[in-house]
């Protein structure tokens, strides 16, 4: 059985605030898209973090960009968007930019009914990084459980 314990968390290089996790060992290497990824598994799984103001400016002056991104997770088995705010707080609103809270909920909402990204909201970078880990930890669960399925029928060379 896969634990906690067992995730090898690969974090980008570009990462400025890098997150602590409680139980994964961390590896840095450069990720082509997202922050953070699993090792062996960087091609298949991506996790986008974002605090509120780095969502603010990627919906705004930053959207091309943004959307080039979006289009790179697209071709991972799983992709997800950590928001590093609540959604009472982003409806609260309040910022210094032109973008409003119904814009800002409302491409949230495009970003996963219409690219298939998750978007998970949390708190604080403490919970950011347990979403991080559990996103990542049932990922490869998920592989790990496959594995196991098809193995009877893997012919040994």
């Known amino acids: 059985m896969i634990k906690k314990s067992d995730l090898v968390i690969i974090q980008d290089t570009r990462e400025q605030n890098p997150l602590v996790f409680k139980n994964a060992t961390v590896e840095v290497m450069g990720l082509s898209t997202g922050d953070y990824s699993l090792k062996h598994f960087t091609d298949k799984v991506t996790i986008e973090r974002k605090s509120l103001s ?3 400016g990627s ?36 910022w210094r930019s032109a973008i409003t809270a119904a814009s800002v909920v409302g491409s949230l909402q495009a970003l996963s009914s219409k690219y298939g990204i998750h978007v998970f909201f949390a708190d604080n970078s403490g919970l950011v990084a347990d979403m991080v880990e559990g996103l990542l930890y049932h990922f490869l ?10 193995k009877p029928y893997l012919v040994n060379s």
């Open 141 to 150: 669960r998920k592989q790990h459980e496959y594995l196991e399925r098809i």
């Open 54 to 56: 780095d969502l603010l």
């Open 59 to 94: 919906l705004g002056v930053g959207r091309e960009r943004f959307m080039n991104e979006i289009q790179r997770m697209r071709a991972y088995e799983y992709s997800a968007l950590v928001i590093e705010s609540s959604l009472t707080n982003i409806y609260k609103g309040g």
